[in-house]
């Protein structure tokens, strides 16, 4: 078995390291992003299609090698490289050779993924990376199957894996689909099962989905059903609930879990106060915040850079 799409790229990108989504790992950071093409689950209202369902003659119109592409992270002044837009346990042995060229360098590397891995491989792949935010699409098995050709089990393996068994910083995304996936019942057992399995620290975020794909008949998520969900988890004992995709300064917001300060102030992926210390304690109270800190200087704010590396022969 060959994978063609190594070295080669749909396109990079230097992102906010809000946008993947991470908020507690090196917050205002940048991070150089980018993805290849295809995808192991068929999420029919995946909001990065033109990707993950190309073919790889489509979209690879960039390439570079890991050493090319790790020193372009360090010229662009970004902390980390994640591997996105489509699922990177696909390119998973470029992923790998990436990370090692990266990690030579000082530099860390993210997987943003939706979890759906097998387990020896898993062990493998998530031992090269620093941080993942896994995609945790909803919380039925009949979901999984009518609406991405997957199944649940092997995405809790992977968080109970990765929480557990790994120093991988770890986030959590759940993307609210009206009428599908974000009723109380569904997003209270998933909120429990977080609490019970994985405790009460995991950054969980609920972001809003927009028509696309094969779903384009359903209206885009109301900021009110994020708030909601919001909500939940904070009633099940969760500390770090953040909404996405919306302009929701409470929802974007850090808070202390001891003196209840807005520590990271954020509206979508813009930091507009910052009250921690270099090692992410608390500004007010000094308790210390889970995740990965360092001195905070100027953001680099909500803005997306398109760069290119090496064009694709």
């Given amino acids: 078995m060959v994978l063609t799409t190594w070295g080669r790229s749909s396109g990079f990108c230097v992102d906010p390291i809000e946008k993947k989504p991470l908020n507690h790992f090196f917050p205002g950071s940048a991070v150089l992003s980018f993805g290849t093409a295809g995808c192991n689950l068929a999420c029919k209202f995946c909001q990065n299609w033109d990707i993950s369902k190309s073919k790889e003659t489509d979209s690879l119109v960039d ?55 097998h387990a020896e491989p898993r062990v493998e792949f998530f031992r090269k990376m620093d941080a993942a935010n896994v995609d945790l699409k909803g919380f039925t098995e009949e979901f999984y199957w009518r609406s991405c050709g997957g199944h649940l089990q092997p995405v809790l393996d992977t968080l109970e894996f990765l929480v557990k068994k790994t120093e991988v910083w770890t986030e959590i995304t759940t993307l609210l689909i009206p009428g599908k996936n974000d009723s109380n019942a569904e997003i209270e057992a998933q909120c429990r099962w977080i609490r019970d399995r994985l405790g009460l620290e995991v950054p969980l975020h609920f972001t809003a989905f927009h028509p696309d794909w094969k779903m384009t008949d359903i209206v885009a998520t109301p900021r009110g059903t994020l708030q909601r969900a919001r909500d939940i988890a904070r009633l099940a004992g969760l500390k770090y609930v953040y909404t996405g995709n919306v302009h929701d300064e409470a929802g974007g917001t850090t808070y202390c879990p001891s003196c209840e300060e807005a520590l990271v102030v954020r509206d979508w992926h813009q930091i507009n106060a910052y009250r921690l210390t270099d090692t992410g304690a608390c500004g007010f109270c000094g308790a210390q915040l889970p995740g990965h800190w360092q001195k905070f200087g100027k953001p680099f704010g909500r803005r997306r850079l398109s760069v290119r590396l090496h064009p694709a022969s």
């Fill in 63 to 117: 390439s570079a090698t890991p050493e090319t592409l790790a020193h372009a992270a360090v010229k662009l002044g970004c902390k980390s490289v994640a591997f996105t837009y489509n699922d990177p346990v696909v390119f998973a042995e470029y992923a790998m050779d990436i990370a090692d060229a990266c990690h030579e360098l000082g530099v860390k590397t993210v997987a943003v993924t939706a979890g759906y891995i």
